[in-house]
């Protein structure tokens, strides 16, 4: 497997542990105790923005492996890096209320497509040459 892969993995893990760090400190300064996910809109975004980076995280890390490993992982690392930096610009976008984060989510949306097509592309061509 390509070690960009594997760099991708754990930055995607990093990026999880931080978004995790920082809903506990929201937690703190809004006085929000667990298991409670609702509170002052400064709480809720950056507990949505973790939700939402743990859901598009499961489905990013299969496509990501299957596209390295049925298909050309130096460009699935490319798409997996578009993903990341578009996570990483859509969590700083959701927790600023003046800041839209449409671009990012479709940049994001469009890497993962991206990596599905590859692994699908891989896996077809895999399949048919037995």
Known sequence: MHPLIGLITLLTVLLLMVLMALVG???????VKA?????????????????????????????LWTAAAFSLPWLAAVFGAVWLLARVWYAAAYLDPAKSRAAPFALSVLALLALVGQGLWGLGWTLALG
């Open 35 to 63: 298991p409670a996910t609702t509170g002052p809109e400064g709480f809720e975004r950056c507990f949505r923005v973790q939700m939402n980076t743990q859901e598009s995280a499961l489905m990013f890390l299969p496509a």
């Open 25 to 31: 400190r929201a937690r703190g300064q809004h006085n």
